[in-house]
């Protein structure tokens, strides 16, 4: 799996759009990027993946550059609740079934 | 709740004895994992199984750990002869599709 770099920090006011940038210049491919975040003392909550296209869903929206080297997690109105710690994680869609978590980025929503 | 749950959710034992995890998986997932979390890292992957067969096993399980999934439901991770060094969170997730959904995990604590 193609390794990532996230920082290892972040704050955001509450009520902003938190956008958490990960680098994974090696990619290959037919890799896809997730995300997960982890709430402290609670197991790891899947939040989005994506091949190249923009995604979005409920929780997140997902940009991944064009050059795929590079994507951004967008939480359109932080709340206090998104403070956690996001992970992100490239790997195949099927045929790699495990996931390599680094230290991830942790978001503190600032009130 | 349809959730992943595992049990107990905290224990505690002393160096040398050996403790048993149980993982319910959310029931149409025929997939299921095992990972471990010390603090401030990262989940590492430990074991996976398609339905009862135990598909991958990481070099972190060493020969004092081992899983099953009898019946492709539950699942079970023994540790025998805890070490101190075993002290960590024992997460489980399960999954039908490429996103893996974790459970709340055991915090097991050696002393």
């Known amino acids: 799996d193609a390794k990532t770099t996230q920082p290892p920090s972040m704050d955001c006011a509450e009520g902003r759009a938190a956008n958490l940038p990960c680098n994974h210049s090696?990619?290959?491919?037919?890799?896809?990027v997730y995300w997960y975040r982890q709430i402290h003392s609670q197991g790891p909550q899947y939040i989005i993946h994506?091949?190249?296209n923009n995604e979005t869903n409920e929780m997140a929206s997902l940009i991944i550059t064009e050059d795929r080297k590079s994507s951004t997690l967008i939480l359109p109105h932080a709340t206090l609740r998104d403070t956690a710690v996001y992970y992100c994680i490239v790997r195949v869609a099927w045929g790699n079934e495990k996931l390599t978590f680094g230290t991830g980025t942790r978001l503190t929503i600032i009130p | 709740d349809t959730g992943v749950s595992q049990d107990p959710r905290h224990k505690i034992t002393k160096r040398g004895q050996n403790v048993t995890f149980r993982c319910d998986p959310i029931s149409e997932h025929n997939r299921l994992y095992w990972y471990r979390q010390t603090l401030g890292q990262g989940p590492e992957f430990l074991t996976y199984f398609q339905n009862e067969a135990q598909l991958e096993k990481s070099r972190l399980l060493s020969d004092r750990f081992s899983a099953e999934r009898p019946k492709g439901s539950f699942s079970t991770l023994e540790i025998q002869r805890t070490e101190q060094g075993d002290s960590a969170m024992y997460l489980c997730?399960?999954?039908?599709?490429?996103?893996?959904?974790f459970g709340p995990g055991t915090r097991l604590t050696v002393t």
């Open positions: 997730a399960s999954s039908s599709t490429s996103e893996q959904y």
């Open positions: 090696t990619i290959s491919g037919n890799e896809y």
């Open positions: 994506g091949l190249k």
